[in-house]
């Protein structure tokens, strides 16, 4: 295998990130057509938890996790009518996730996406129901499209991927310990146990789902399973690296409000400095992951490289 430092420097040498951002964007438009009708305006007595959920569903945002789906299905040659569903369920869970962490009971946000928060428009009782009903749609759709029974096995493998890294043994039990860690002083192998799940579980979900849709071998999806896992903690150190020195304008969020509530970060854990270099390695070590697929992986490496540099 080609020694990491080569390896990098060679593919991000020829990576075109304004490829890979035109990419994110057509991917992107895909999944914003999708959702669009999946939650349609609705003239109903409830019709109020239809606005909330296109509120914070339709906000915007990188949609970093369904493009990871249907582009490492692409990778593999598969078939994207296939990932969409899923790419789509997943913005949702995700989405969810937003509107319950903004919460006065959890991080207390009054902004995400450079909007108000869901709780600050809606209420809090309609936000906590917005994010219950966007994880049900989100199941809702994965069954439905059990129902023509084709690729019923990778299907299922898919929704259980998705249900486990959203659940206690994932997203759900990443916040738990996040929730009990403030205030305390948090180890590394702590922050780094707390993130894999609250964070990344999901986003390894999101490009292992790509890979189930289109028939990957186990050591392809394990490969994918490495690149994303990694490229989920370099997200989690590049979103505490921009909550303390980012634009609160270009972040669309209140900059410093972690240091503020006393939680533990890569940042107040080890150092501004510490957190940049512990972020280059682990972009290095997501991009080795690929090696083995050469040019195939290019819009892949470009979107670590994208990662790195952004700037909210």
């Known amino acids: 295998m080609v ?4 390896s990098l420097s060679y593919w991000m040498g020829r990576v075109d990130l304004n490829n890979t951002i035109d990419l994110v964007k057509k991917y992107g438009e895909v999944i914003n057509q999708y959702l669009n009708e999946y939650v349609p305006e609705a003239a109903v007595p409830e019709k109020k938890i239809y606005e909330a959920m296109r509120y914070s569903l339709l906000a915007g945002g990188k949609r970093i996790r369904p493009v990871l789906t249907l582009a490492v299905n692409q990778l593999f040659d598969g078939d994207m009518d296939e990932a969409i569903p899923f790419a789509c369920a997943i913005e949702m869970i995700h989405t969810y996730s937003l509107i319950h962490d903004d919460l006065p009971a959890m991080d207390n946000d009054d902004y995400r996406r450079r909007r108000l928060t869901n709780h ?26 059990l129902r023509d029974g084709y690729s019923l096995d990778r299907k299922v493998r898919v929704m259980y991927e998705i249900a486990n890294a959203s659940g206690i043994e994932g997203m759900i039990g990443g916040q738990v310990v996040d929730l009990e860690s403030e205030g305390k ?44 896992s990694n490229l989920g903690l370099a997200f989690q150190i590049k979103d505490d690296i921009l909550s303390e020195i980012g634009e609160q ?48 992986a290019e819009f892949l490496i470009g979107l670590a490289e994208f990662l790195l540099h952004r700037e909210n």
């Open 249 to 296: 304008e270009k972040l669309g969020k209140r900059v410093g409000n972690d240091r503020e509530k006393n939680k533990s970060t890569y940042v107040t854990t080890l150092g501004l400095d510490e957190a940049k270099r512990l972020l280059d390695i682990t972009t290095r070590s997501s991009i080795e992951s690929l090696e083995s697929f050469k040019e195939r």
């Open 3 to 6: 020694k990491l430092e080569s």
């Open 185 to 228: 002083f948090v180890d590394q192998e702590t922050l780094r146990y707390m993130h894999s799940r609250k964070t990344g579980r999901l986003i390894v979900a999101s490009a292992v789902a790509g890979a189930i849709t289109a028939g990957a071998g186990e050591e392809d999806i394990g490969k994918i399973r490495s690149y994303a």
């Open 120 to 145: 600050k428009v809606f209420g809090e009782g309609i936000a906590v129901l917005t994010g219950d009903a966007l994880l049900n749609k989100a199941f809702e759709i994965m069954i439905s499209i």
